[in-house]
């Protein structure tokens, strides 16, 4: 990575080569995803900006869910591949040349339905520097709220 110096303070600036960069494959509820972190704040090169590229084997993806206590927007550019993502209550279909955007605290998620997978490049911003995390997916919740009723005390 080449950085140039920021006369605000810290360096900022440069250039990531995907060459130098190890996958991330063990986020929870992305399954059949490689994650490629090009920029996440407050990393160096980048006060707001997230930046990463997913990799995404067919029928893997983001499990639905929402970001509590975090304002920050998403966007998910598709290089290659076709998905299916739900933004809110409404499905969309993607492919390539696409931006799906996944405004603040909106419900979303999405699945790669191409056979031969799918790459797509994900930008996040956030006015607070913290563009990524307080992920709460749907199914925990609904597992949840199964638990508490299903409890003795629950009346």
Do not use: K, N
């Not at 360096?11 to 995907?18: A, I, Q, Y």
């Not at 998905?83 to 696409?98: K, L, N």
Request: net charge negative.
């Amino acid at each position: 990575m080449s950085q140039s110096p920021d006369p605000v303070g810290g360096e900022r600036g440069g250039v990531v080569r995907l060459s130098e960069l190890e996958p991330r494959t063990d986020l929870p509820g992305h399954p059949g995803l490689s994650a490629y972190r090009f920029v996440r704040p407050p990393e160096a090169l980048s006060r707001w900006l997230l930046v990463t590229l997913d990799v995404v084997e067919h029928g893997g993806g983001i499990d639905l869910h929402h970001h509590a206590g975090l304002d920050a927007d998403h966007a998910y550019y598709v290089i290659e591949g076709t998905v299916t993502a739900t933004i809110g209550d409404e499905t969309f279909e993607a492919g390539p040349d696409s931006l799906l955007v996944f405004p603040s605290g909106m419900r979303h998620g999405l699945t790669v339905t191409s056979e031969t997978g799918a790459r797509l490049l994900r930008l996040g911003a956030s006015p607070t520097g913290r563009a990524s995390g307080g992920s709460v997916f749907v199914q925990e919740e609904i597992a949840a709220e199964e638990d508490v009723e299903r409890s003795p005390c629950h009346h």
